[in-house]
């Protein structure tokens, strides 16, 4: 069965920085793109980033990009995302999720996904 575990979120001063891991099982996470989204309270799930199955293409939000890094580490099953230089507008619950074996382009839209992880609390204040 196909399942993915979000774990890292927590609390963080703006400014500071936070890696948020997904474990991926009943599937080798080799075999498909995998993403991040997010989603605050009053708000729709949005993309956040994707990483397709050989690492060479990514997308990245453009409030995120040059912020957020994503990667990916097939022996492990697990993928990462590297979130400095955070901002209060960065609170959200982040999910990971998987695709296809390729990112999409131009746009991010939660229908690209076939699984969802549960997701972790990301909170950045003073």
């Known amino acids: 069965q196909v399942q993915l575990v979000e774990s890292g979120g927590g609390l963080v001063q703006p400014g500071g920085s936070l890696r948020l891991s997904c474990a991926a099982s009943?599937?080798?996470?080799?075999?498909?793109?995998i993403g991040w989204f997010r989603q605050a309270p009053g708000k729709e799930r949005e993309g956040v980033s994707c990483?397709?199955?050989?690492?060479?293409?990514?997308y990245y939000a453009h409030s995120v990009k040059g912020r957020f890094t994503i990667s990916r580490d097939n022996a492990k099953n697990t993928m990462y995302l590297q979130m400095n230089s955070l901002k209060p507008d960065d609170t959200a619950v982040y999910y990971c999720?998987?695709?296809?074996?390729?990112?999409?382009?131009?746009?991010?839209?939660?229908?690209?996904?076939?699984?969802w992880g549960q997701g972790t609390q990301v909170t950045v204040s003073s």
């Open positions: 999720a998987k695709g296809g074996p390729w990112c999409p382009t131009g746009t991010y839209p939660p229908s690209w996904t076939d699984y």
């Open positions: 009943g599937f080798t996470l080799a075999s498909s793109a």
């Open positions: 990483i397709d199955i050989s690492g060479g293409s990514t």
